[in-house]
């Protein structure tokens, strides 16, 4: 039986990730708190891990219920804890310090800043893709891998690449589906870029990462997915859309999960 086994929500697009165990979901199908933030430079770029490999040294938490960052920055002794709503000029300064170029610190209630506008829903991987694709490179941990793809939500119960049955062999159609009783839209298989080709602490990348990956993910393309979709073979995790306005709804860890048929 498909079920919800995880919820990962990151509060400042491109830095770490923080699991709960319920979430609201939003009228724009985002899920509340979820990339609600982000850095931008005087030119108003995202300041992520596509363009400044340098992200990923930093080391963050988040009290979500406090609106609260402890951010560690390498070579401090310590971190700092600011207020996301209070602080947030300190938190831009340093953020500043760390790039060595001027940072503001975006925030979006509504929809957050996914990658994909037009696909605001929580991305969607289950936890035996997790450890398929981990398992195709050494020493290469689960977790590990779950923070190099960033989904939002884990399905468990279900076999590796499940979640390509999420959608459709044509491009201008969608699959519904339900996690609890709030109905999502499939829309496409997510294309990579380089963040998962590096290590999610350290930020070197594995020159190999992305050519094993594209191998590997083609000879293990399940039955199921829709080959259609793959005009190349880096691409993983699922894309969506709220179906119906939810307002208020909320996901939990333990909900079924399903297709609608």
């Given amino acids: 039986m498909p079920y919800l086994a995880k919820i990962v929500l990151y509060p400042i697009k ?14 724009s199908g985002a899920l509340k708190g979820d990339r609600e933030f982000a850095l931008f430079d005087e030119d108003g770029n995202v300041v992520n891990g596509k363009r400044h490999a340098k992200i990923h040294l930093l080391r963050t938490e988040f009290s ?11 070579g401090s002794d310590s971190p700092r804890i600011f207020h996301l709503d209070r602080e947030r000029q300190h938190l831009e300064a340093t953020f500043s310090d760390f790039f060595g170029f001027a940072v503001t610190l975006g925030q979006n209630l509504e929809m957050g800043f996914p990658d994909d506008r037009n696909c605001p829903g929580p991305t969607v991987v289950s936890t035996a893709t997790l450890t398929e694709v981990a398992s195709w490179f050494p020493d290469m941990t689960v977790a590990q891998m779950r ?3 960033r989904a939002n939500i884990e399905i468990g119960g279900v076999p590796a690449f499940w979640e390509d049955r999420l959608f459709s062999h044509q491009s201008d159609a969608t699959v519904s589906f339900r996690i609890g009783d709030i109905c999502f839209l499939g829309i496409q298989p997510c294309q990579r870029c380089v963040v998962p080709t590096r290590h999610p602490d350290s930020g070197k990348a594995d020159s190999n990462f992305q050519k094993i990956f594209v191998q590997q993910r083609q000879a293990t393309l399940p039955d199921w997915a829709a080959a259609s979709r793959f005009n190349h073979f880096y691409k993983l995790t699922v894309n969506t859309q709220l179906s119906a306005p939810s307002v208020g709804k909320i996901l939990q860890v333990g909900n079924e999960v399903a297709i609608n048929t």
């Fill in 64 to 74: 979500l219920a406090q609106r609260t960052l402890s951010l560690q920055v390498p």
């Fill in 147 to 149: 923070r190099r793809l």
């Fill in 14 to 27: 491109s830095l770490d990730g923080v699991e709960v165990e319920n979430v609201t979901v939003l009228p």
